[in-house]
């Protein structure tokens, strides 16, 4: 019994390398002009580098090949935003940078003693208590989609960044697409206020939505940005390297099985921001840029 299960393990993992060795080519097809505007005509009017129309190759590690590509994280000091659980922090050691920093609004002290190579800090992101251009890399994974104050994060990850450092954030759902709330439903949330969808949630009980969108509900912890807004906010702080628009096929379901629903939902919201799931950027600062500092972090101690 043990080697049919390694066995079939050792297959699955076959399987799923050759179906990411295929992600290039898919991604160059959905790429096409052609394809994408059919797919969600919106795209022809949206500013971005590249678009998915599916959660192909929107894994961690795809992200960790293109930030290997503009800079040597062996030689840089790194620092990852909105930690939580951790999950991503591995491969980040795996590149062994000079020093790893990570930062959470909450604290996790059982997970963040797993990882003793990093130096964890309890933080508001819009606050960081690092001194400036103390940081090669500011990453940061589903983290932006929950701050009220992207603006003053934006500024912050400026500041803490040396000229020519790197910002990558990868970050979705978007609050006004399918489940965008997070839970595990459709565009219930955008009909209701949130005491009524508080009320929604509890009613349903389901686990992870107790411990996942409820608890952002609670905490006022949704931007409720656009994937306009997002562009707005970077592009006068940062010299854009590469976005990545990715499309929800969730919503493209909901689309095509309710056309009724779909009707009134476009009379209230834009299609655009209806369908698009989520953003990652890779971003620098300006070998030039001079950024006002916040008083709150004027005596920000030394990284």
């Known amino acids: 019994m043990l080697r049919q299960l390694k066995a079939a393990a050792k297959r699955h993992e076959a399987l799923v390398r050759a179906v990411r060795s295929a992600y290039p080519v898919l ?28 959660g192909r190759g929107n894994e961690p590690e795809q992200h ?25 922090l591995t491969l980040w050691e795996e590149q062994r940078p000079r020093t790893l920093t990570a930062t959470d609004f909450f604290s996790h002290p059982g997970v963040w003693a797993a990882h003793p190579a990093a130096r964890f800090t309890q933080a508001d992101v819009r606050r960081l208590p690092f001194a400036d ?35 990558f954030a990868n970050f979705g759902p978007l609050y006004y697409t399918h489940g965008g709330a997070h839970y595990a439903g459709a565009y219930e949330h955008l009909w209701m206020s949130d005491a009524q969808f508080e009320q929604y949630l509890v009613a349903r009980g389901i686990a992870s939505e107790l411990d996942d969108g409820l608890v952002w509900l609670r905490n006022g912890m949704f931007s409720r940005l656009h994937y306009d807004d997002y562009l707005d906010i970077f592009k006068p702080r940062f010299d854009l390297d590469h976005v990545v628009l990715a499309v929800s096929p969730a919503a493209l379901r909901y689309q095509r099985a309710h056309p009724d629903e779909w009707r009134a939902l476009t009379a209230r919201y834009a299609e655009r921001d209806l ?3 989520s953003m990652t950027v890779w971003m620098r ?13 004027a005596s920000a101690v030394a990284a």
């Open 27 to 54: 991604s160059w097809v959905s790429n096409q002009r052609g394809v994408y505007e059919r797919v969600a005509p919106y795209l022809a009017e949206m500013e971005f580098d590249e678009v998915r129309l599916s």
């Open 133 to 167: 251009a103390s940081f090669d890399l500011v990453a940061s994974t589903a983290l932006l989609e929950h701050i009220a104050g992207v603006d003053q994060l934006a500024d912050e990850m400026l500041r803490v960044l040396r000229p020519g450092g790197v910002a």
């Open 285 to 297: 600062k300006p070998l030039a840029a001079s950024v006002p500092m916040p008083a709150t972090t």
């Open 275 to 277: 369908l698009t799931f």
């Open 64 to 88: 960790l090949r293109r930030t290997t590509t503009m800079l040597q994280l062996a030689n840089a000091d790194v620092l990852v935003l909105g930690v939580g659980s951790g999950d991503e």
